[in-house]
């Protein structure tokens, strides 16, 4: 059984003027009329929030690194994070970019997928290694600048420290899942 919300949404009612605000940034910004996950416990720092999110919506929608690329840099992340949310939110966005389902579930699992673009390849290498040690080789690094550029490897640090973020709140504050995620990702054993 889940553990109770730490932060869950604030009503109308109490939320300051700078939480208004900091949601009505965050829907103009998404088009978007919904507001939950992460989000729901940054309110709390309205200021933050309003940052975040902008540096997430460049990541997410104007990165150099394509969709699919994107996609499986965030999986790896939810996966690092055991970030049943985040990775609720992005499994289906992942089919939809083109990332294999053979893809998803290796990666459910913490395993190293077989069947692998070359570019997935370098991305799941760049990205299992930075989130494992804190740091890359030269080969890896290597590999990386020759498949995305300079650019493409710091948007791609760029998402791995923006969803790690993510992460790191929703599991701090142990954001609920709606049920249709309840079965989304399992823990890894401790």
Known sequence: MDTP???PPISNSEMTVEQREAIA???QTRDTQEFHGPFVALLRSPELLCKTQRVGEYLRYRSAL???????AILLTARHWHQRYEWGIHAPIAVKAGISDQIIRAVAAGQRPTQMATDQAVLHDFCVE??????V???TYEAAVKHFSERGIIDLVGILGYYSLLAMVMNTTRTALPDSMSGTLQPFPR
């Open 5 to 7: 919300d730490r932060m």
């Open 25 to 27: 940034d965050f829907q």
């Open 66 to 72: 394509s969709p699919h690329l994107s996609e499986l």
């Open 130 to 135: 930075l989130l494992r040690n804190q740091n």
């Open 137 to 139: 080789c030269d080969t």
